[in-house]
């Protein structure tokens, strides 16, 4: 112990936060790039991802306002994390995702349609295909932030069986408020597991602010007080999160423990389709918010780079609108399912005793089915 | 064969399906070292190592979404929640989560876990420690929820609820863990989980209940049967999925029936049963469906709970109160 006097008082710990940041809003690379990003190539497929993504939401949010789809939580703005998160990953790693996180979904298998179908109100569209990355992966998680500690339990379960697999919890900046977000950072050290949780701060839990929901400096100081490293990356800057995301899988991967990232990104859409954020948020916000877009950004980058022109651009956003269009088309001719598959996956075997219920649905008439 | 209470035989259960199936685990407050505050796992740190045996963070909703997530990768996780009162904070991962993931994937995630709690009171514990949780969980739509009565099925329906494919509530009579003992064999042998047992053949009535209230309600029977009233008596055992084939198929026999459970009684189990017997059951009944139940009110603490809690007395009135309604003979 310390050889101070009882009375004299002594910094027993310390800590610092680090931002890491490639690539400004305007584009201008500020630091040397890492490997992955040095061949225009990856640039190029990144740039891919979120310009498809962007899309693809654009479609949904179309196809909701036109009454052919349900409620729906666009992902706007927030592309460069699904992206950077997507790629990131290895194949058996496990991605456990809040609700937002569709680029990283679709680049592990997930077919967009499944997207369409989920917020449409059809449970098949989480049975992720066999023969993807996605085949392991948690579905979509509306309670927030309670599927955090569940990451505890698969990583656990990783590190029992000494696989080389890592398990990524995705919440956004709200689920950071819960106890469930607390419960998993404050033990993932105990049994120093293979997890890395991922805060995407959007600046916004529906209405309210990131300033309301904490005291806190900073989301990633929260893993501090759980003894792990907390972290921020720009969330709008594809080649930070890449980079920050890789890291921090390969120290999980290696043994080193689990970690907090936290990337700062902004909600450039409505929480969802059935919210209007005129009524809480500003508009010079929201402005502001758009001239750090990180798909913009990665344009911009490019374009410096000499990698990226106005012809490159144009088939980009042909393909991608052809993209979502097929996505549509695809979810359109899904049909729904029979009556009695609110009984069929209930348990490994139906109860004997449920018999009677599902043979009454099964009989009644055929309810009025929509899109 | 050895002589057993509740708590040996989950103690006995969890050791023989540990040693017969690497993939379960334990995991829950105080249960490595300490043993468990019931004693239930005492030896099985020493026998299976910390990894297999995990003490927990004093964090329930914790163990719930652990245990999920452990059982999402193929491994069958026994967490122990220490006292019932703690189940409340494991509810939001057992409805949400662990009932769902199987039906929302469509099968291609599930949740074989058990959650083992001690259930009711009866022991002057503290504040919180002696709630009956069992409405909670049996009215949530893919769960099996099993309360145990006696040493035998709490090892025999142990083993079962450990090996089933989905997330199985398992509440033990907290008041019955040493009451009495019963011959146990390590035979690895499970008994069925959606099966009510037949304890014990009558002609006039049949009195229904599971866990600690079995206990009073043999006694019931017991001076019953000093008087001449013949009871046939049937230990739910599994509360979801109920079988009601079972309890119809005697009252169809006695056309009388008593319920007794221990929980408050609106919405109870006692409720359901007697709701079906209506439905499928009235035209065998010479008298109404009676329920001895715990009161809607807030569990007593200790000084008061002896009020709370049904008892012989309170069964054998029951019973005399229906014998008048429709006499016997
Ligand atoms: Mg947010």
Same mark, same amino acid.
């Given at each position: 112990?310390?050889?101070?006097?009882?009375?004299?008082?002594?910094?027993?710990?310390? @800590?610092?936060?680090?931002?890491?940041?490639?690539?400004?809003?305007?584009?201008?690379?500020?630091?040397?790039?890492?490997?992955?990003?040095?061949?225009?190539?990856?640039?190029?497929?990144?740039?891919?991802?979120?310009?498809?993504?962007?899309?693809?939401?654009?479609?949904?949010?179309?196809?909701?306002?036109?009454?052919?789809?349900?409620?729906?939580?666009?992902?706007?703005?927030?592309?460069?994390?699904?992206?950077?998160?997507?790629?990131?990953?290895?194949?058996?790693?496990?991605?456990?995702?809040?609700?937002?996180?569709?680029? #990283?979904?679709?680049?592990?298998?997930?077919?967009?349609?499944?997207?369409?179908?989920?917020?449409?109100?059809?449970?098949?569209?989480?049975?992720?295909?066999?023969?993807?990355?996605?085949?392991?992966?948690?579905?979509?998680?509306?309670?927030?932030?309670?599927?955090?500690?569940?990451?505890?339990? !698969?990583?656990?379960?990783?590190? &029992?069986?000494?696989?080389?697999? !890592?398990?990524?919890?995705?919440?956004?900046?709200?689920?950071?408020?819960?106890?469930?977000?607390?419960?998993?950072?404050?033990?993932?050290?105990?049994?120093?597991?293979?997890? =890395?949780?991922?805060?995407?701060?959007?600046?916004?839990?529906?209405?309210?602010?990131?300033?309301?929901?904490?005291?806190?400096?900073?989301?990633?100081?929260?893993?501090?007080?759980?003894?792990?490293?907390?972290?921020?990356?720009?969330?709008?800057?594809?080649?930070?999160?890449?980079?920050?995301?890789?890291?921090?899988?390969?120290?999980?991967?290696? *043994?080193?423990?689990?970690?907090?990232?936290?990337?700062?990104?902004?909600?450039?859409?409505?929480?969802?389709?059935?919210?209007?954020?005129?009524?809480?948020?500003?508009?010079?916000?929201?402005?502001?918010?758009?001239?750090?877009?990180?798909?913009?950004?990665?344009?911009?980058?490019?374009?410096?780079?000499?990698?990226?022109? /106005?012809?490159?651009?144009?088939?980009?956003?042909?393909?991608?609108?052809?993209?979502?269009?097929?996505?549509?088309?695809?979810?359109?001719?899904?049909?729904?399912? +029979?009556?009695?598959?609110?009984?069929?996956?209930?348990?490994?075997?139906?109860?004997?005793?449920?018999?009677?219920?599902?043979?009454?649905?099964?009989?009644?008439?055929?309810?009025?089915?929509?899109? | 064969?050895?002589?057993?209470?509740?708590?040996?035989?989950?103690? &006995?259960?969890?050791?023989?399906? +540990?040693?017969?199936?690497?993939?379960?685990?334990?995991?829950?407050?105080?249960?490595?070292?300490?043993?468990?505050?019931?004693?239930?796992?005492?030896?099985?740190?020493?026998?299976?190592?910390?990894?297999?045996?995990?003490? +927990?963070?004093?964090?329930?909703?914790?163990?719930?979404?652990?245990?999920?997530?452990?059982?999402?990768?193929?491994?069958?996780? /026994? #967490?122990?929640?220490?006292?019932?009162?703690?189940?409340?904070? $494991?509810?939001?991962?057992?409805?949400?989560?662990?009932?769902?993931?199987?039906?929302?994937?469509?099968?291609?995630?599930?949740?074989?876990? /058990?959650?083992?709690?001690?259930?009711?009171?009866?022991?002057?514990?503290?504040?919180?420690?002696?709630?009956?949780?069992?409405?909670?969980?049996?009215?949530?739509?893919?769960?099996?929820?099993?309360?145990?009565?006696?040493?035998?099925?709490?090892?025999?329906?142990?083993?079962?609820?450990?090996?089933?494919?989905?997330?199985?509530?398992?509440?033990?009579?907290?008041?019955?863990?040493?009451?009495?003992?019963?011959?146990?064999?390590?035979?690895?042998?499970?008994?069925?989980?959606?099966?009510?047992?037949?304890?014990?053949?009558?002609?006039?009535?049949?009195?229904?209940?599971?866990?600690?209230?079995?206990?009073?309600?043999?006694?019931?029977?017991?001076?019953?049967?000093?008087?001449?009233?013949? $009871?046939?008596?049937?230990?739910?055992?599994?509360?979801?999925?109920?079988?009601?084939?079972?309890?119809?198929?005697? =009252?169809?026999?006695?056309?009388?029936?008593?319920? !007794?459970?221990?929980?408050?009684?609106?919405?109870?189990?006692?409720?359901?049963?007697?709701?079906?017997?209506?439905?499928? *059951?009235?035209?065998?009944? @010479?008298?109404?469906?009676?329920?001895?139940?715990?009161?809607?009110?807030?569990?007593? &603490?200790?000084?008061?709970?002896?009020?709370?809690?049904?008892?012989?007395?309170?069964?054998?009135?029951?019973?005399?109160?229906?014998?008048?309604?429709?006499?016997?003979?």
């Amino acid at each position: 112990m310390s050889e101070t006097s009882p009375s004299a008082e002594t910094t027993v710990a310390a @800590f610092d936060v680090r931002m890491t940041r490639f690539v400004d809003a305007a584009g201008t690379v500020l630091a040397p790039l890492p490997a992955f990003a040095q061949d225009p190539e990856e640039l190029r497929r990144m740039y891919r991802v979120m310009v498809e993504t962007r899309a693809i939401d654009r479609k949904a949010v179309a196809l909701q306002r036109t009454g052919q789809l349900g409620t729906y939580a666009s992902c706007l703005g927030q592309e460069a994390i699904g992206t950077a998160t997507g790629i990131a990953m290895h194949a058996d790693d496990v991605l456990i995702p809040a609700y937002r996180d569709y680029a #990283a979904q679709f680049l592990r298998g997930v077919p967009a349609e499944s997207t369409f179908l989920y917020w449409a109100g059809d449970e098949r569209s989480m049975h992720f295909p066999e023969g993807t990355p996605s085949r392991h992966d948690f579905p979509f998680s509306v309670p927030i932030g309670t599927h955090i500690p569940q990451a505890i339990g !698969v990583a656990y379960a990783f590190r &029992l069986r000494k696989q080389p697999r !890592v398990a990524v919890a995705a919440c956004g900046d709200g689920a950071t408020s819960r106890g469930d977000f607390y419960e998993a950072v404050s033990s993932a050290k105990v049994w120093n597991l293979p997890v =890395v949780f991922l805060i995407s701060n959007n600046q916004w839990a529906i209405s309210l602010p990131r300033a309301r929901q904490t005291g806190a400096q900073t989301l990633a100081q929260k893993a501090i007080a759980g003894g792990i490293p907390g972290e921020q990356v720009d969330g709008n800057d594809v080649i930070a999160t890449r980079h920050v995301l890789e890291r921090a899988l390969a120290a999980a991967r290696a *043994g080193e423990g689990p970690r907090v990232i936290e990337a700062v990104t902004y909600r450039l859409h409505d929480h969802t389709t059935a919210d209007d954020a005129r009524r809480y948020r500003a508009e010079d916000e929201l402005e502001d918010a758009w001239t750090r877009c990180p798909i913009k950004r990665l344009r911009a980058c490019m374009a410096t780079l000499g990698c990226w022109s /106005v012809a490159d651009e144009e088939e980009l956003e042909a393909q991608a609108a052809a993209r979502a269009e097929a996505v549509a088309q695809a979810y359109f001719a899904v049909q729904p399912e +029979m009556p009695q598959a609110i009984f069929d996956s209930l348990y490994a075997t139906l109860p004997t005793a449920l018999g009677a219920q599902r043979a009454e649905v099964m009989t009644a008439p055929a309810p009025q089915t929509e899109h | 064969m050895a002589d057993l209470n509740i708590i040996e035989a989950v103690n &006995l259960a969890l050791k023989s399906e +540990m040693a017969r199936d690497e993939n379960v685990l334990v995991l829950g407050e105080d249960i490595g070292r300490n043993g468990g505050v019931f004693r239930a796992t005492v030896g099985l740190l020493d026998a299976y190592g910390p990894e297999r045996v995990i003490d +927990m963070p004093l964090a329930e909703n914790l163990i719930a979404a652990m245990a999920i997530g452990l059982s999402t990768q193929g491994l069958r996780p /026994v #967490a122990e929640i220490q006292f019932s009162g703690f189940l409340y904070p $494991c509810l939001d991962q057992i409805a949400n989560h662990a009932a769902r993931y199987r039906n929302r994937t469509r099968g291609r995630i599930t949740c074989p876990l /058990v959650i083992r709690a001690p259930n009711g009171g009866g022991i002057h514990a503290p504040e919180h420690h002696s709630e009956s949780m069992e409405t909670f969980f049996a009215h949530m739509p893919g769960l099996r929820v099993i309360a145990p009565s006696n040493p035998a099925r709490a090892y025999g329906l142990l083993l079962a609820a450990i090996r089933d494919p989905d997330p199985v509530i398992f509440l033990e009579p907290t008041r019955c863990y040493r009451l009495f003992k019963q011959a146990v064999e390590d035979s690895g042998e499970a008994l069925p989980l959606d099966t009510a047992f037949v304890e014990r053949e009558g002609t006039h009535l049949t009195l229904v209940s599971w866990g600690a209230m079995m206990h009073e309600t043999r006694l019931a029977a017991d001076a019953l049967a000093q008087e001449g009233v013949s $009871c046939e008596l049937i230990d739910v055992a599994s509360l979801k999925p109920l079988d009601m084939d079972t309890i119809l198929a005697s =009252v169809t026999k006695t056309g009388r029936c008593v319920i !007794v459970q221990e929980a408050p009684r609106a919405y109870g189990p006692a409720s359901e049963i007697a709701a079906n017997l209506a439905e499928h *059951g009235l035209l065998s009944l @010479f008298a109404p469906v009676l329920r001895v139940s715990g009161y809607d009110t807030v569990m007593p &603490l200790a000084r008061l709970e002896k009020v709370y809690l049904p008892d012989v007395r309170r069964i054998v009135a029951e019973v005399r109160k229906l014998l008048e309604l429709a006499p016997v003979g």
